[in-house]
């Protein structure tokens, strides 16, 4: 068989695996082991554990169990909550501004953990059944936070940005850096379409009989006042972050053991999180999540492993490169790419798999790789909001099962249409992401 018959195949027999609904780490090692076994010598086979461990054998890779206990340690303790809690007394006389609120508290979520199943996990839990209290749609009210949790791989400390930091050998300071911008921007234009969409609401409910849409909280100035030193906690955690990592004092990991320790300091001392019944359910949850991640990580590397072995990236790179479509056209089929890929794999896995087959047309196009990280980002978050995978849409649900599926999917489809315009408004403005780390790191 030749290079592009045995890719075609293998590419077909992944797919299948994985709309099959085995897990991604499996359909992954299972298709490269079976691979390996009918077209590799039997000396790879027997490297398995030692090319398995070399995926993994990277110092940079210690952030990710880190930053996931960032997120774990404030989520399980009455720290998501406070942040909530804070954000909305602020925002309540916006229009929408229980919704805004809910935004806000993903962005600044996001900004400690790196996670966007644990962004919409934690915010939601309060922020869901609030929103249904005063008058808020189901679809809306969910649609919203698992839009909003998607901020989680965009906003720094993101996971995302440091393995496709890793593996297209930029530094991971420059792409943290670049998601602030578009982090802020995307944020502020969910909170925008919820304004926009609660003013509709609210003048619909004065036209008609439905006043239960107008309830509404007061907070006197004192109460506001009151619940500012809730947030200062979260903003000392991101100021030490940012500081750290930005003004050169450490690497991203050690930034990452900064923060955790940082936010385990946090929550025994503010919040009384020091028993042993309290501190169980936060290293579990972060042991629990990590080892899929890494597991996703180790058998996505093999993946690529064999692909590159058996001349299948390399072929797939040439054919790309040689297509003839102009900047913009490679560009825009690169992104449905990615779009599509994401209904069936969470973001981890396609950047691991197709950076390294993608990334020489893009830099033949001239396309700056830390830009292209941004954007590459930015258009995986459709995936986690995107039935049949979804990750964001199932956390909602678990959190809120009386919101049906369908409901869920039509109350997320205005925020898939804002992040799609969005990434069309970063390529024709690339310096909305480059700004900040041209300031930075090229004085």
């Given at each position: ?182 982090g802020i921007l995307l944020a502020s234009l969910f909170a925008l379409w919820v304004g926009f969409k609660s003013h509709r609401t609210n003048r619909r409910a004065l036209r008609g009989d439905d006043r239960a849409a107008l309830v509404r909280d007061a907070f006197t100035l004192r109460e ?141 196009h001239g396309f700056d790789p830390v830009w292209f990280g941004v954007n590459m980002t930015i258009v995986m978050e459709t995936g986690l909001i995107h039935p049949p995978v979804g990750l964001n849409l199932f956390v909602i649900q678990g959190i809120a099962p009386d919101i049906s599926l ?38």
């Amino acid at each position: 068989m030749s290079p592009n018959e045995i890719g075609i195949l293998f590419i077909a027999v992944a797919l299948i695996l994985l709309l099959s609904g085995m897990p991604v780490a499996f359909a992954l090692g299972s298709v490269s082991v079976a691979f390996m076994l009918a077209f590799m010598p039997p000396a790879n086979i027997a490297d398995l554990a030692e090319t398995l461990y070399q995926g993994l054998d990277n110092f940079t890779l210690l952030a990710i169990p880190l930053f996931i206990l960032m997120g774990d340690a404030v989520g399980k303790t009455g720290a998501a909550e406070d942040l909530y809690e804070s954000a909305y007394r602020w925002l309540y006389r916006l229009p929408g501004g229980l919704g805004i609120a809910n935004v806000v508290g993903c962005a600044i979520f996001a900004a400690m953990c790196g996670s966007s199943t644990a962004t919409a996990a934690a915010i939601g839990a309060m922020g869901i059944p609030e929103m249904r209290k005063r008058g808020y749609a189901g679809g809306l009210a969910g649609g919203l936070v698992a839009a909003g949790g998607t901020l989680g791989i965009l906003i720094p400390p993101s996971i995302t940005f440091i393995l496709y930091g890793i593996v297209v050998e930029q530094s991971i300071g420059q792409l943290f850096i670049a998601g602030v911008v578009p982090g802020i921007l995307l944020a502020s234009l969910f909170a925008l379409w919820v304004g926009f969409k609660s003013h509709r609401t609210n003048r619909r409910a004065l036209r008609g009989d439905d006043r239960a849409a107008l309830v509404r909280d007061a907070f006197t100035l004192r109460e506001r006042v009151r619940a500012l030193p809730r947030l200062l906690p979260f903003i000392v955690i991101i100021t030490i972050v940012m500081v750290t990592l930005y003004g050169g004092f450490a690497t991203p990991s050690e930034v990452a053991g900064v923060g955790a320790l940082a936010t385990i300091v946090v929550v025994a001392l503010v919040y009384r999180c020091y028993r042993w019944t309290d501190v169980k359910p936060i290293l579990v949850g972060t042991a629990r999540e990590s080892c899929m991640l890494m597991m996703i990580i180790a058998m996505a590397f093999l993946f690529t492993y064999v692909m590159s072995y058996l001349h299948i990236t390399q072929e797939a790179t040439q054919w790309l490169v040689g297509l003839p479509l102009s900047r913009w056209e490679y560009l825009f089929w690169i992104d449905v790419l990615v779009l599509l890929l994401g209904f069936f794999l969470p973001p981890v896995a396609i950047i691991l798999m197709i950076t390294p087959v993608i990334m020489p047309g893009l830099r033949a196009h001239g396309f700056d790789p830390v830009w292209f990280g941004v954007n590459m980002t930015i258009v995986m978050e459709t995936g986690l909001i995107h039935p049949p995978v979804g990750l964001n849409l199932f956390v909602i649900q678990g959190i809120a099962p009386d919101i049906s599926l369908r409901e869920l999917v039509l109350g997320v489809l205005p925020f898939i249409v804002i992040i799609l315009a969005f990434v069309v408004l970063l390529s024709a403005f690339p310096q909305i992401a480059l700004w900040l780390p041209h300031a930075f790191f090229h004085h």
